[in-house]
């Protein structure tokens, strides 16, 4: 299949022939025409499968053929993303895909995240914008302002869709919808989509084509999964020794806390490895040079957060470290998924040590993986694992404690972990050592089900 064939038009063309595509991807034969047409689009597709260019292509299209924006405050397409380095390198793509339309046809592409000043952006809205993409709360800044109104949204894109839909976004994001018009096309993009968001994602689509590429071996990227054993206080150690065995050029460690990446890309630095932290409380200008530094290869090891495990396409990232493994198992999919993009193979290694040894494989299991162990000589873990207590009634996988059975026996109830609310109003117990399970907001459908446009 070509790009023309999707009915791409010359301009946009002559743009994809200046990045050297050949063929548009599987996720982009899929979604390009569906798109085109005005529907909706619910698409999980593998990180690095080229679905940016799947939504920001037909949507350039669109609003072209739609003809010039009216005058005031409005917006036609929206973009909403969960980090501000997404947003910029989203920003940066539309920029490029539209360089050789005509002077008329023009678009104008703000993007719209917190962390920076929010003047300029007040001010570049003036007059309004074609596309905005923006991280939910910024927006929601600029709309208290009056800067911008979504009354005129005709296309909406979540991108990274899960991720927006999990609490900490959730009120925002419930608040933006609240303001979009009900007749708009909406298109949900992300590499994994948990079952508890399923609810969510058909309330918020209308009769929406469902694109999902396989992610069967040959079709999925070309990603080394290696875990080392190791003890804690050891890991840094570990990564050096690595680093400089395998003569990796270029390594993003994922660690837990923003403490962390600024302590292990200290220690890096120091001992001849140069390194940058990048997490969600720096200035939004240190987060933009680290990134920067690291993809221009002036630092050799960027340390992050998770803030940096989406989305974000560094070209020839050839090494991921989990130093401290992520929380749940679609965001290993995540992390491990900023290397073997495009084509290219990667390595992603995961640090385990005897307290994260049963959570590992937790991860395994759920992503239907086994990866093998390994241990550096000289750096072989000496702390041990602790078996589990054997299941003796009570609370599963917990022993009920001598001041659970005082309490039992005074007619109170155990100490165990108290059943948090949800926002569906029904209880869950997280116990110690269980993933603690997302939480999803919820919102009503935008029109009864069934109820076409
Ligand atoms: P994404 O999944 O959108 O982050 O894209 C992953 C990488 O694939 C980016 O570096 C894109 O520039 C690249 N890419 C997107 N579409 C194509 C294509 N049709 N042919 C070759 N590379 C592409």
């Known amino acids: ?44 597709a593998q990180t690095g499968s080229g679905k940016t260019a799947a939504f920001v292509l037909p949507i350039i299209e669109r609003l072209v053929a739609d003809g010039p924006r009216g005058r005031g405050r409005f917006v036609r397409a929206l973009i909403l993303v969960p980090t501000r380095e997404l947003a910029a390198q989203i920003t940066g793509e539309i920029q490029d895909y539209s360089q050789h339309l005509s002077q008329d046809a023009a678009l104008k592409t703000l993007v719209a995240v917190g962390g920076v000043s929010i003047n300029p952006q007040m001010m570049a809205l003036g007059g309004g914008a074609d596309i905005i993409v923006a991280t939910p709360g910024r927006l929601l800044d600029l709309i208290d302002h009056n800067a911008v109104s979504l009354s005129h949204v005709a296309t909406l894109v979540l991108d990274e869709a899960d991720r927006l839909f999990a609490l900490g976004f959730a009120d925002e994001l419930a608040r933006v919808i609240a303001l979009l018009p009900v007749r708009r096309q909406s298109l949900l993009f992300s590499a994994t989509f948990p079952p508890a968001v399923w609810k969510l994602a058909e309330n918020l689509l209308l009769n929406p084509t469902r694109i999902e590429m396989p992610s069967a071996p040959a079709d999925a990227p070309d990603i080394q999964q290696r875990a080392f054993e190791v003890d804690v206080p050891m890991r840094t150690q570990l990564l050096r020794n690595l680093i400089e065995l395998n003569g990796w050029t270029r390594v993003l460690v994922f660690v837990a806390t923003k403490y962390a990446t600024e302590h292990v890309a200290e220690k890096l630095t120091r001992a001849g490895i140069p390194a940058a932290a990048l997490h969600g409380e720096q200035s939004q200008g240190a987060r933009t040079q680290a990134l920067a530094d690291f993809k221009a290869s002036k630092v050799r090891v960027l340390v992050a957060t998770d803030v940096a495990s989406r989305g974000i396409d560094i070209a020839s990232l050839p090494v991921v470290v989990n130093y401290d493994l992520p929380r ?60 589990a207590p054997p299941q003796t009634g009570g609370i599963k996988g917990k022993r009920k404690s001598k001041k659970d059975k005082l309490r039992e026996a005074a007619g109170l109830p155990p100490t165990a972990p108290a059943p948090r609310a949800t926002t569906d109003g029904t209880q869950k117990t997280v116990r110690p050592g269980q993933e603690e399970p997302k939480e999803y907001f919820s919102w009503s459908p935008r029109m009864p089900p069934g109820r076409r446009r």
């Open 328 to 387: 749940s198992p679609d965001d290993y999919t995540h992390r491990i998924g900023r290397t073997g993009r495009a084509g290219e193979s990667g390595v992603a290694v995961s640090f385990i040590s005897a307290e994260t040894d049963a959570h590992f494989r937790l991860i395994e299991k759920r992503n239907m993986l086994s990866i093998e162990r390994e241990q550096l000589p000289g750096l072989e873990p000496l702390e041990t694992i602790v078996p």
């Open 1 to 44: 299949m070509s790009f023309s064939s999707l009915g791409l038009s010359a301009p946009i063309l002559q743009a994809l022939t200046g990045r050297g595509y050949v063929a548009p991807t599987p996720i982009q034969s899929a979604a390009i025409p569906v798109i085109l047409r005005g529907g909706d689009v619910w698409a999980s």
